[in-house]
């Protein structure tokens, strides 16, 4: 699984009502970033690794957003072409 899918799926179980905010939404989102990048690492390298090297937990988890933010963008662009060759 790429990182960022894995982030992604992890974020979509933690959302909760459509309602609220994204700042509402934020500390749920970073958590399941965190937990996402912390799964991975010890996945591929044996439980504790994660807690032992926090800079690769950062790491992961700026390329989590990162990737997450790229795909985003490109879903919006995609349905803004679509409307735009539509009309």
Known sequence: DEPGLVCWSNIMKESSAAT???AEQEPRIRAGYLRAAEDLIDAKFGLGFAR??????????VACATDVAAVTVAQQLRAGLREVAGS
């Open 52 to 61: 032992a090297n926090p800079d690769l937990v950062g790491n992961l988890i």
């Open 20 to 22: 609220e905010t994204i």
